[in-house]
């Protein structure tokens, strides 16, 4: 059962024009909440409003990463596969910039409650390591270390999978304590039907002679 075959955009289109749009869209959520506090329009409890936004953003872009592969199997446009490493590595920036929202505006490095924290609140736990996971993956996305690490690079990043489960996990539970499970369960039934597609792959190899990657 073979895809059907995209249409392709031409080159130097796809480098030169639509890559940097999709890096610039990328930025756009980060610009709209440095607009926000600009012009005080985040709400009440603007330091929860950055740091969610942050959080659901890192979110966002990890499962855009694995349906980038989904969509080359179905739909045959394979030149997704080569945004797909830039979108990692925004998901790595917002991460990093959620946790810094957090230890630095809501917690002011307060190590003592940061670490308590760590420990009593498992949504905290869960966030904090799947940032733990990502690390390496970010790391590792770049052609000297895909060369170093040889068949052992595709391995490292089926890290992406637990990561992704974490990340939807810390968002749920995190949603949950506020009663607004609504929007987590959007992105958990999404990156259950990224996996489910996976696994349908690898059980049945008739469908495909080539094996998934992430």
Known sequence: MRAQTAVQIREPYFT??????????????????????????????????????????TLRFLLLTLLLSTLRRATGWVQGIRLRRMLGLFAFFYGVLHL???????????????????????????????????????????????????????????????????????FWWLADSKSRTEVPLIYAVLLAVLLGERLWRWSVPRFSKTPVTH
């Open 16 to 57: 030169k024009a639509f890559k940097p749009v999709v890096f610039a869209l990328a930025l756009l959520p980060l610009a709209l909440l440095g607009w926000g506090v600009w012009q005080d329009t985040l709400g009440a409890n603007p330091i929860e409003t950055i740091t969610r936004s942050l959080g659901e953003w």
């Open 100 to 170: 810094l929202s957090y230890l630095w505006l809501d917690q002011f490095f307060d190590w003592a409650e940061i670490w308590y924290d760590i420990v009593e609140r498992p949504f905290i736990t869960v966030g904090m390591l799947a940032f733990v996971l990502m690390t390496p993956l970010a790391l590792t996305s770049f052609k000297a270390a895909i060369r170093k690490l040889g068949r052992n690079w595709q391995r490292l990043h089926t890290l992406i999978y637990p990561l992704t489960m974490l990340g939807v996990l810390h």
